[in-house]
């Protein structure tokens, strides 16, 4: 298992509230990922970069933002949360295409 | 990358049965990886096969890759409860899109 970590596991806000998702990796690995992930439903790109002071959208339309100013940080920032935001997040890295998930953070937006 | 159409998209077995999900892509992919995700869980690679016609096992998991390397499929024989989870297949590219899966569920 790769070393990546993301934080909060869990958060329950409130609608407009600011929050910052971190996700870390220890492992050196230029590419990173934003999933968003409904139950039961399929993973949507929402950010990457391919290394620092990279980062492009993905295909899924997302109010999030990211930044990459340090290899092992890739942290995702909702200006102002919705309850249409509620969902899981999670953070991924690779190497070689692998990809190497971290645990996902669960947002509920109230 | 591209996406690639997973089929089935739910599948529900007895333990013991065989389950087997396929991946197909309308251009050649270069590679196919597979990841399984437990409900709850985040998505765990299990493979990655590059070259036509590829065939690799992993105790009761057969992969296999076309040999036109337009499509893959995922073989479990006998299945076990442990089995439950998503099973994706996505080509490692530039931007790397999953699709939905197959949902396997297991009953005793």
């Known amino acids: 298992e790769a070393d990546i970590y993301q934080t909060p596991r869990y958060l329950v806000i409130g609608t407009g509230k600011k929050i910052t998702l971190e996700c870390s990796q220890t492992?050196?690995?230029?590419?990173m990922y934003w999933y968003q992930q409904d139950p039961g439903m399929e993973l949507h790109l929402i950010h990457y970069s391919y290394g620092v002071n990279s980062t492009e959208k993905g295909d899924l339309s997302s109010e999030s933002t990211v930044s990459r100013i340090r290899t092992e940080h890739f942290p995702l920032t909702l200006e102002s949360a919705r309850p249409s935001h509620t969902s899981q997040y999670l953070c991924a890295s690779s190497v070689g295409g692998k990809l190497f998930f971290g645990s996902g953070t669960q947002l509920s937006v109230l | 990358g591209q996406q690639v159409m997973q089929i089935p998209q739910y599948q529900h077995v007895q333990e013991g049965e065989d389950f087997t999900t396929y991946c197909n892509s309308s251009t050649t992919l270069s590679n196919i990886q597979w990841y399984k995700q437990r409900p709850g869980g985040h998505p765990v690679f299990l493979i990655q096969l590059v070259k036509s016609g590829e065939v690799k096992k992993q105790k009761r998991l057969t992969f296999q890759f076309g040999e036109a390397k337009k499509n893959s499929s995922l073989h479990i024989t006998a299945t076990q409860t442990t089995d439950v989870g998503t099973y994706f297949c996505l080509e490692s590219g530039y931007a790397l899109n999953f699709g939905k899966g197959t949902s396997l569920l297991v009953t005793p």
């Open positions: 492992m050196g690995h230029d590419k």
